[in-house]
């Protein structure tokens, strides 16, 4: 005879599971919120740290000088051929009138560079791109543009983004993992001291001729309402920490550079990542438990 399955009485079951056993249920949400909350602020970090790296990668450039023999017209006229060189974002014409007012703002009263005369400076070009880690390769492209002369640039500052950005990135993905499975095992012992402190009651439904899969729903229900409450919770304690954080920030003067993104545009994004992150735990911790503790 099939056996019909009722998830109204699951989801009842799970719910009375979780106020019988109060304090481990209280552990695990604890648990898992404490969990959320270290891998949703290292991930914002690290969204935050994204931002300003585009905005910084945004702003460095390298530049290319024209050839001393072409005319200013013909040298603005180079701006589509640089332009057209894969990764460069757009490219910036300055006279070399523009460049020596520029370098005259820069070290105004510096004794070594008064009285230098306008022939040392050149038209050129300032070359803004797309990925600052193919900064060398474009740098090369551009040189090998008729009437540019010769390029100067930075590129430790751009190995320096990159090193970073993937420091980063690993950084977070480890943390994710290891919490996730530091999560994981408080589910998957929740759930296990439920079904041990059951084991007569399941003793009894077996005999009377329950299958497995209706013995294990109320617990697999049990770590989901574990899991979603973990992850409301998480959530609203992510929302007042960050912006907490993000307005101690913006008011330091000495931190002024560090641009925080705010949470509202993210919110629906990190509750949908929080909900199912709790529900992966929650399920997965549940059936981590029972298979060990339930026969197939």
């Known amino acids: 005879m099939r056996q019909r399955y009722?998830?109204?009485?699951?989801?009842?079951?799970?719910?009375h599971s979780i106020f019988t056993h109060g304090f481990m249920s209280f552990a695990a949400v604890c648990m898992i919120v404490c969990c959320?909350?270290?891998?949703g602020s290292f991930t914002l970090v690290a969204v935050n740290a994204?931002?300003?790296f585009s905005d910084l990668e945004a702003e460095n450039q390298f530049t290319a000088f024209i050839d001393e023999s072409i005319p200013q017209e013909e040298a603005r006229a180079l701006q589509d051929d640089i332009e057209a060189v894969p990764n460069v974002a757009r490219a910036e014409f300055v006279t070399k009138e523009e460049a020596q007012a520029d370098?005259?703002?820069d070290y105004e009263g510096n004794p070594l560079f008064e009285g230098l005369p306008s022939t040392v400076y050149r038209d050129r070009f300032h070359i803004y791109l797309d990925d600052i880690s193919l900064l060398t390769e474009t740098e090369e492209a551009v040189k090998e543009?008729?009437?540019?002369?010769?390029?100067q640039s930075a590129p430790e500052i751009a190995e320096?983004?990159?090193v970073i950005r993937n420091i980063a990135g690993a950084v977070a993905v480890i943390l994710v993992v290891i919490l996730l499975a530091v999560s994981l095992f408080i589910i998957a012992n929740t759930i296990k001291l439920a079904t041990f402190n059951r084991r007569e009651e399941i003793a009894i439904m077996k005999m009377c001729g329950a299958t497995n899969a209706f013995v294990?729903?109320?617990?697999?229900f049990e770590g989901l309402i574990l899991g979603l409450v973990g992850a409301v919770a998480a959530f609203f304690l992510q929302w007042g920490i960050y912006v907490l954080v993000g307005r101690a920030i913006s008011g330091e003067d000495t931190i002024?550079?560090?641009?925080?993104?705010?949470?509202?545009p993210m919110a629906l994004r990190v509750l949908g990542i929080f909900v199912l992150t709790g529900f992966v735990i929650g399920a997965g911790g549940s059936v981590l438990a029972i298979r060990k503790f339930l026969q197939v």
């Open 6 to 15: 009722d998830f109204g009485y699951f989801l009842s079951e799970g719910f």
């Open 36 to 39: 959320l909350l270290i891998m």
């Open 50 to 52: 994204e931002n300003m």
């Open 103 to 105: 370098f005259e703002a």
């Open 145 to 151: 543009v008729a009437g540019v002369a010769d390029t």
């Open 160 to 162: 320096g983004f990159t």
């Open 216 to 220: 294990r729903w109320p617990f697999v």
């Open 256 to 264: 002024s550079l560090i641009t925080v993104l705010p949470f509202q």
